[in-house]
C-alpha cells in the first residue's frame, strides 16, 4: 500500500497558476502509475491526468491539455501537477492516486476502479 499526500491546494483567481504535489511513502512511488482526478460538489470524481512510471508518458483529459502538466520526480517519491490558466470550473478537490494495474496509458487510464490507493485531497478554488 502506498500513502499518498497532496499539497498546494488554495484560492487563485481565473488566469492564475498553482502546482500541486503528491508524496508518496510505505513503497516506492516508480513502481506505480499515478493519477491525478478532481470532484467538484455534486459531481462524480473524474480524470485529471496520469503519468507512467518512468515519466516518459503522460495523458491527460481534454479539457486540460496545454494548460496542466503532471510530473513526477521518483528519487523524491513525489508527483506533481502544474496547473496554468486556471479557469472557475477547474474548482475541485484534487486527488492524488497510485495504480499497479495500469501498464500503458490509454483511454483506460481514467478510470478510477484501476487506482489502489488514494490521498486526502487539496482543495482547489479558481474565483473569477
Known amino acids: 500500500q502506498v500513502q499518498l499526500v497532496e499539497s498546494g491546494g488554495g484560492l487563485v483567481q481565473a488566469g492564475g497558476s498553482l502546482r500541486l504535489s503528491c508524496l508518496a511513502s510505505?513503497?516506492?512511488?516508480?513502481?506505480?502509475?499515478m493519477g491525478w482526478f478532481r470532484q467538484a460538489p455534486g459531481k462524480e470524481r473524474e480524470f485529471v491526468a496520469a503519468i507512467s512510471r518512468s515519466g516518459g508518458s503522460t495523458y491527460y483529459r481534454d479539457s486540460v491539455k496545454g494548460r496542466f502538466t503532471i510530473s513526477r520526480d521518483n528519487a523524491k517519491n513525489t508527483v506533481y501537477l502544474q496547473m496554468n490558466s486556471l479557469a472557475p470550473e477547474d474548482t475541485a478537490v484534487y486527488y492524488c492516486?497510485?495504480?499497479?494495474?495500469?501498464?500503458?496509458?490509454?483511454?483506460?487510464?481514467?478510470?478510477?476502479?484501476?487506482?489502489?490507493?488514494w490521498g486526502q485531497g487539496t482543495q482547489v478554488t479558481v474565483s473569477s
Open positions: 492516486a497510485a495504480s499497479s494495474k495500469i501498464t500503458t496509458l490509454t483511454i483506460w487510464t481514467s478510470r478510477t476502479s484501476l487506482y489502489d490507493d
Open positions: 510505505g513503497r516506492t512511488v516508480s513502481n506505480y502509475v
